[in-house]
């Protein structure tokens, strides 16, 4: 079993920072991929970011690229995003995900274990 806590979400203004922490516990990740997922009011959840824990490589939605990132420390099995130059559109309810593969899949039905989710709110 995969344990992850997520932490760091709030009230924010428009172009305002924030940065987001997934807490993992359970099974060793040296074979997992993680990944940041968010869901908005009334919407399906959409993909955000994703990394490989052992090569750092990474992926992102159009729709962050250049504003947030995705990164990971090893030695304390915690995954982040930070995400700079929040707009109103990235409010949403974000959640941590981990897969039992090396995949870097924007699909939330391609991970295996998720977080309780964490509020974010841009405001205008």
């Known amino acids: 079993q995969v344990q992850l806590v997520e932490s760091g979400g709030g009230l924010v203004q428009a172009g305002g920072s924030l940065r987001l922490s997934c807490a993992a516990s359970g099974r060793t990740f040296s074979s997992y991929a993680m990944g940041w997922f968010r869901q908005a009011p009334g919407k399906g959840r959409e993909f955000v970011a994703a990394i490989r824990w052992i090569i750092g490589s990474t992926r992102y939605a159009d729709s962050v690229k250049g504003r947030f990132t995705i990164s990971r420390d090893n030695a304390k099995n915690t995954v982040y995003l930070q995400m700079n130059s929040l707009k109103p559109e990235d409010t949403a309810v974000y959640y941590c995900?981990?897969?039992?593969?090396?995949?870097?899949?924007?699909?939330?039905?391609?991970?295996?274990?998720w977080g309780q989710g964490t509020q974010v709110t841009v405001s205008s």
């Open positions: 995900a981990a897969r039992s593969d090396y995949g870097l899949s924007a699909q939330a039905n391609g991970y295996d274990y």
